[in-house]
T-cell receptor, first 120, second 110 residues
Framework: GAVVSQHPSWVICKSGTSVKIECRSL??????MFWYRQFPKQSLMLMAT?????????EQGVEKDKFLINHASLTLSTLTVTSAHPEDSSFYIC????????????????FGAGSRLTVL | DAKTTQPTSMDCAEGRAANLPCNHS???????VYWYRQIHSQGPQYIIH???NNETNEMASLIITEDRKSSTLILPHATLRDTAVYYC???????????FGAGTQVVVTP
């Protein structure tokens, strides 16, 4: 089945530094990937839609200059948390939509295992 | 996308069937019903999806009412490893993104 890999699984950084999280579709091409954030005991919140070769589309209230998204190839999207602060500590999860199925409602999204960010 | 309503929590005995309800009374004709689950500190895992007909796979069965305003996910023989938060989501055709609600916390007990 479809596999999505995230790296790193967890990262600890100092306040003010930037952190990059990678999301890779291992056995399929994905023109569209989605980034979510999840705080403890809360549900997943969609942050942005990442489209290969074009600018990401951010959900309302998500700072695009804070969360930089790059989707440079059909198998890789990256999320960079710039100038991270303790309030950015969260569980970041990506998902990928197989290109072969297009935007059909029957095309299943596969999620990565998540990346836990702790900012000290 | 249509919103969904699920119970906050459910308990289930190991080995018994778990029936998880979901209401989606404002669902549109082109919206699919999806079920995912999230085990603690992991990414969501796809379970099953359907449009109009009932569906079954190796993990679960999905029963959708004729008017499509509600559905039930059935885990036929719950195990301890099925303890997770289960999310029912409706997703429009022609659009990929999923918006997650609060889900149902299912606890399977011995």
């Amino acid at each position: 089945g479809a596999v999505v890999s995230q790296h790193p699984s967890w990262v600890i950084c100092k306040s003010g530094t930037s952190v990059k999280i990678e999301c890779r579709s291992l056995d399929f091409q994905a023109t569209t990937m989605f980034w979510y954030r999840q705080f403890p005991k809360q549900s997943l919140m969609l942050m942005a839609t990442s489209n290969e070769g074009s600018k990401a589309t951010y959900e309302q209230g998500v700072e695009k200059d804070k969360f930089l998204i790059n989707h440079a190839s059909l198998t890789l999207s990256t999320l960079t948390v710039t100038s991270a602060h303790p309030e950015d500590s969260s569980f970041y999860i990506c998902s990928a939509l197989p290109a072969a199925g297009g935007f059909s409602g029957a095309n299943v999204l596969t999620f990565g295992a998540g990346s836990r960010l702790t900012v000290l | 996308d249509a919103k969904t309503t699920q119970p906050t929590s459910m308990d289930c005995a190991e080995g018994r069937a778990a029936n998880l309800p979901c209401n989606h009374s404002t669902i549109s004709g082109n919206e699919y019903v999806y079920w995912y689950r999230q085990i603690h500190s992991q990414g969501p895992q796809y379970i099953i999806h359907g449009l109009k007909n009932n569906e079954t796979n190796e993990m679960a069965s999905l029963i959708i009412t004729e008017d499509r305003k509600s559905s039930t996910l059935i885990l036929p023989h719950a195990t301890l490893r099925d303890t997770a938060v289960y999310y029912c989501i409706v997703r429009a055709d022609s659009w990929g993104k999923l918006q997650f609600g609060a889900g149902t916390q299912v606890v399977v007990t011995p």
